[in-house]
């Protein structure tokens, strides 16, 4: 199992990024797909999840209406596009197979890093 993040970078407020995850070594269709961040001196923070078919999907209070999870199937890849973007997004973000759909994780990404700043 691997799961490849790109699309960082750093971006001033109010700005966007896409983020992917390239997923390999499993049939992706099969878990639901979760994004996760740990922002510097923070603990892990759930931003959303995407069901198998991308159906259902479900979003941290702090980032709902801003961010939109989605996913392709036929490609593997799991996406985050991400809107009007704050200083407390800074983050490292984390794709993740969510076993259960309830934050049971069990393959997680490298991160890839996301900094807002003006």
């Known amino acids: 199992v691997q799961l490849v993040e790109s699309g960082g970078g750093m971006v001033q407020p109010g700005g966007s990024l896409r983020l992917s995850c390239a997923a390999s070594g499993f049939t992706f269709s099969s878990y639901d797909m979760s994004w996760v961040r740990q922002a510097p001196g923070k603990g892990p923070e759930w931003v959303s999840i995407i069901t198998t078919g991308g159906d259902n999907s479900y979003y941290a209070d702090s980032v709902k209406g801003r961010f939109t999870i989605s996913r392709d199937n036929a490609k593997n890849t799991l996406y985050l596009q991400m809107n009007s973007l704050k200083p407390e997004d800074t983050a490292l973000y984390y794709c993740?197979?969510?076993?259960?759909?309830?934050?049971?994780?069990?393959?997680w990404g490298q991160g890839t890093q996301v900094t807002v700043s003006s």
């Open positions: 993740a197979r969510d076993l259960t759909g309830w934050g049971e994780y069990d393959y």
